[in-house]
């Protein structure tokens, strides 16, 4: 909660700060700093990239939690459950993130580089956050604004040319490498001010190179040995070691962006359902009831007209959770089914994880044990122990759930059986590893999505649902933003030339067909 007020009192902070333009014309101190201390910007930044209800909604829920089977929905508005195309959702998080996310982070580092601060810790995790910021659009959309995406908001250059995703990685990865050396043990001056990590100069190291691994192995299609060579400079680098080094956000219930983006969807919409593809993975999995519980309301009414409400008890029965097939409308359903009523059908478990105090997770240890079993299988790498890895992998992203809520703690006994009745198979390990690495990222969908992508793992069956744009298969990006065409012109066609078309099924430069 201190955690909390602090924020809403740095953003508060904030808005007085900036709240009058032609005051501050008139009142100007030749004394005084013309920019606002970094400890203000810092955590506003990080609340941006953490996203807000709308790309949440759009973005992250609408189109990839459904496009990867992780959520379904018989809305026709769901347009990722069936491939249909919403031009407003799929640019959602470039209309969100450019203006927000990256104007501030673009920003901070303008500002540390004018006043000649280009050594410090806090540079560094400046650096380091712009990565990920990048990492997920250029995942997203391919080839972006990314030299000249600084310029557009601080040279007022509205027209950004758009870097192709091999020179984006390239340049992401150099900038980890140099952001990690720059950080040492101690405690940065940002403090507290730094909402992920507290300052901690050694945790942002191990993210720096828990991201560099992350970004490494994206490259396993398209250049297997660069993403070796990454992959082993990141893990002698020093990863992420406990469920103590993840980075995450800690949100609070209120106002603004201190909410967690995917909790006020959820407060939002109550359509949502798992998808059977999920329930049926987690069947005899400890998280089935921590990730997934049946809704509080039947749909049912009593002889008294009032709604017919489910105990906890119920609502978190194990037997009874039901998946939802994806691709399916209300008639579709009831065709199939001879069902009308998706109460019936489990959500994301409402009382344990879709809260606006959620927590809001950037990168896991759980992931990166599972990258580390990944890339001992690929290549022996680190001490190439795939299944200690997995195991660990395995722990960690059923204990980490319990930064939800005390309630979502699974024993270690219940950890211990689930391994011992599913052990890495050696003849299976890519599959195994890749499909839990889908499980544990669930709600962070920006990465379920690249990952599938990257893997094939889990196999998903497509949907054929009628009007669909992708011929009955999983989209493979999102689409850019509309106005492009006509206000960035000449660089959207230099984009589309080289990419391809400005379409869902066209593939980006990492994820080359196999």
């Known amino acids: 909660m201190k955690r909390a007020l602090y924020i809403l009192t740095l953003i508060a902070s904030f808005s007085i700060i900036s709240c009058d333009k032609d005051f501050d014309e008139i009142n100007v101190d030749p004394t005084t700093a013309s920019q606002i201390d970094l400890r203000y910007k810092f955590p506003t930044a990080i609340l941006y990239v953490a996203g807000q209800r709308y790309e949440s909604w759009r973005a992250n829920l609408i189109y990839q939690s459904t496009m990867i089977q992780h959520l379904s929905n018989t809305q026709g508005y769901w347009n990722g459950d069936k491939y249909t195309y919403s031009a407003g959702y799929a640019e959602a998080f470039w209309t969100a993130q450019y203006p927000q996310g990256v104007k501030s982070i673009e920003d901070m580092k303008n500002q540390l580089e004018t006043a000649g601060d280009t050594t410090s810790a806090e540079y560094a995790m400046v650096r380091i956050l712009r990565v990920f910021q990048y990492q997920r659009l250029t995942d997203l959309y391919g080839d972006v604004p990314y030299s000249e995406a600084g310029a557009a908001f601080i040279d007022d250059d509205l027209r950004p040319s758009y870097d192709l995703q091999e020179d984006i990685y390239a340049d992401m990865l150099n900038e980890l490498n140099e952001s990690a050396q720059l950080l040492g043990s101690g405690t940065s001056a940002l403090g507290t001010a730094d909402i992920l990590f507290a300052g901690d100069q050694s945790k942002w190291k191990k993210w720096a190179y828990s991201l560099m691994l992350r970004l490494g192995l994206r490259m396993t299609k398209v250049d297997p040995a660069a993403a ?20 995450y956000v800690v949100h609070e219930e209120g106002n603004g962006i201190v909410q967690n983006g995917n909790g006020e969807v959820f407060t939002a919409d109550g359509t949502p359902r798992m998808s059977e593809t999920f329930i049926n993975f987690l069947q005899g999995d400890p998280r089935l009831t921590i990730l997934a519980a049946l809704p509080e309301d039947t749909g049912e009414v009593d002889s008294d007209g009032n709604a017919i409400l489910r105990s906890d008890e119920e609502r978190l029965d194990p037997a009874a959770q039901r998946g939802l097939p994806n691709g399916l409308d209300a008639t579709l359903l009831r065709e199939s089914t001879g069902e009308t009523n998706t109460q019936d059908y489990s959500e994301p478990n409402r009382l344990y994880i879709t809260s606006e105090a959620a927590p809001m997770f950037f990168q896991t240890y759980a992931e990166v044990e599972f990258m580390l079993a990944e890339s001992a299988v690929r290549w022996g790498s680190g001490d190439g122990d795939a ?27 219940a950890i211990d059986q689930y391994l011992q009745e599913n052990p890495l198979d050696a003849n299976n390990a890519l599959d195994q590893i890749n499909t839990q690495y889908w499980a544990a990222t669930f709600l962070n969908e920006y990465e379920s999505y690249a990952n599938w992508r990257r893997t094939g793992f889990p196999t998903l069956i497509p949907v054929n649902y009628q009007g669909n744009v992708t011929n009955g298969t999983i989209p493979r990006r999102l689409t850019y933003l509309t106005s492009e065409p006509l206000t960035n012109g000449e660089n959207y066609r230099a984009a589309v030339d080289s990419q391809g078309p400005d379409l869902l099924t066209t593939r980006m430069w990492w994820d080359v067909a196999q």
Do not use: R
């Open 228 to 247: 070796q060579d990454w992959a082993e400079i990141a893990i002698a680098g020093g990863v992420m070691e406990s469920n103590e080094d993840i980075a």
């Open 387 to 413: 299944a200690g890895h997995y195991a660990a992998g395995v722990e960690a992203a059923m204990k980490f759930l319990e930064l939800y809520t005390p309630s979502a703690v699974i024993s270690d006994d």
